[in-house]
């Protein structure tokens, strides 16, 4: 029967709460120029193509699927503080570097590059967050701070783009501080409030955020990064060990869930452009609403699980939010006989244009981009008869679409949330750093390998070809759950120190 002193819960989750900080500011480090990176690049740069803007997009989680790993393992045998001060650092340093892109006289676009993979660098504290958070909370306490982690992340990203929609009246040209080469504009004005939010954050590190640790049933431990509490009572030899299959099926089905919802966002704005022949200004004006949209009820739901995971369990509620995911994508596969309004602008002779095998390795937004003649001044819409399948593949109705976002949007924070604590739960109560990095990475993984998948798969075969195959994805997803059902359970549980 252990009793925690009133000034100890009170450290505990006022250090939880900064660590809820860090997770909104790594991922508004992520959304707060996604909007603007494309206009930007072209200015410091007319030597970037698009092809180079997916690279600058994808650098982001590679920089982060790197840095995960390693900050897991030095948050398991050093202070959480060194790695997340030095994380966040990082990517103060980065945005600072993003906001100067312009200054050198050459190969602007490589420097951008830069400042965004370490900006995902820095974001690989994110592992570091979710490993406290697993060992500074009981079992009972997990979901409800897991869930709180999730909602935190998405409300960074839902705030990324408002507050750079806000920049945007500073205008192209802001203001120029010649003595330090620093131009104040929409573009910069952004990353350097990422920055000032960022040393805010470190600030906090230091005043509030403390070392505390608790085993599965709330009772006080010392851990391995703090000394000066009293030690649980583990005997090393009847501990046990962590179930390796739960844990690999876990990274696997996280990265199923990431994977699904990448390519989710990637598609909206072509898939948008060319069944609906909307301009891009309005594919990104609605889709951003849209996203918007999807951000608030994510962040509904995650409220909504901790409450209803406590009659249904983790399992039963992840294995829902696949099968919500799976009929949102089966509503997108095209069944009725309508085509979509063709592009036909830059056809010769009445012949189709052959795609070379240069363009077969660009992305869809570049194809797209090469419909339009320079000396065009009206941007052609529709889908682009480049994407043979155009001619033969019927369009996604409105309909279709909006109730695919509405289950996606439902599904994918229900199984984000559960594959986390689930997770931790799994792994008990030795130091989750490096586990926890893996499942980051894994995750970054999906975002990297996603738009690359259905940017061929969509530009080459179509819709019909992309959503079947990701239905198959889910599918085997589910059958994998199934099979690791009965292990996916608490540490404690498993060795019979708690009752589930």
């Known amino acids: ?47 970037a193509d698009a092809s180079f803007l997916g690279w600058i997009i994808a650098s982001y989680s590679i920089g982060q699927m790197v840095a995960s790993p390693l900050f897991g393992l030095w948050s398991n045998y050093r202070p959480r503080r060194e790695p997340l001060v030095v994380s966040t650092a990082i990517s103060v340093a980065a945005n600072c570097l993003y906001a100067y892109v312009h200054v050198p006289h050459s190969h602007n676009k490589y420097y951008m590059l830069t400042a965004r993979a370490l900006v995902g660098f820095g974001a690989g504290n994110v592992a570091v967050v979710r490993s406290y958070i697993a060992g500074a909370t009981s079992l009972t306490e997990r979901t409800s701070a ?12 839902i705030l990324g783009p408002v507050f750079q929609t806000c920049f945007t009246l500073i205008g192209e040209e802001g203001v120029t501080w010649k003595s330090i080469h620093l131009q104040l504009n929409m573009y910069t004005a952004p990353v350097l409030f990422g920055a000032l939010l960022g040393i805010i954050n470190i600030i906090l590190i230091f005043a509030v955020f403390r070392e505390h640790r608790v085993d599965d049933m709330g009772r006080q431990c010392s851990s391995i990064n703090f000394e000066g509490e009293e030690s649980c009572v583990l005997d090393q030899d009847t501990e046990g060990n962590v ?122 937004w570049s194809l797209q981009a090469m419909q339009l003649p320079s000396n065009h001044s009206v941007e052609p819409v529709g889908c682009p008869v480049a994407q043979s399948w155009c001619l033969n593949t019927p369009m996604i109705y409105l309909a279709q679409y909006i109730s695919s976002d509405v289950l996606i949007g439902l599904g994918y924070p229900v199984c984000n949330v559960m594959s986390y604590t689930l997770y931790s739960k799994i792994l008990g109560p030795k130091p989750q750093g490096v586990y926890m990095g893996w499942l980051t990475a894994s995750g970054s993984g999906a975002r990297i390998l996603g738009p690359v998948f259905v940017s061929q798969i969509y530009t080459h075969l179509g819709p019909r070809w992309a959503f079947s195959l990701i239905c198959g994805v889910v599918v085997v997803s589910l059958l994998l759950l199934e099979i690791v059902y009965k292990r996916l359970i608490a540490f404690s549980v498993r060795y019979g120190r708690m009752q589930e």
Request: proline share 4%; hydrophobic share 50%.
């Open 1 to 47: 029967d252990v009793v925690e002193t009133q000034e100890h819960y009170k450290s505990r989750w006022r250090s939880i709460w900064i660590m809820y900080l860090t997770m909104f500011l790594s991922s508004v480090g992520f959304s707060i120029v996604i909007m603007s990176v494309w206009p930007y690049l072209q200015k410091i740069d007319p030597t």
């Open 146 to 157: 897991m869930a709180n982690t999730s909602a935190c992340q998405a409300v960074g990203f």
């Open 243 to 364: 179930d390796h299959i739960a844990v690999v099926a876990i990274n696997f089905l996280f990265f199923v869930i990431l994977f699904v919802f990448a390519v989710f966002e990637t598609i909206a704005t072509p898939l948008t452009m060319d069944m609906y022949s909307w301009t891009r200004e309005k594919a990104v004006f609605y889709n951003g609403i849209i996203l918007s949209v999807i951000g608030v009820e994510s962040v509904i739901v995650f409220m909504v699980v901790k409450t209803l995971s406590k009659k249904t369990g983790e399992r039963a509620i992840l294995h829902g939010g696949l099968l919500i995911i799976l009929i949102g994508f089966f509503i997108l596969l095209p069944w009725g006989k309508k085509l979509p309004n063709i592009q036909w602008q830059e056809i010769k002779n009445n012949s189709i244009p052959q795609t070379t095998s240069s363009e077969m390795l660009m992305p869809f």
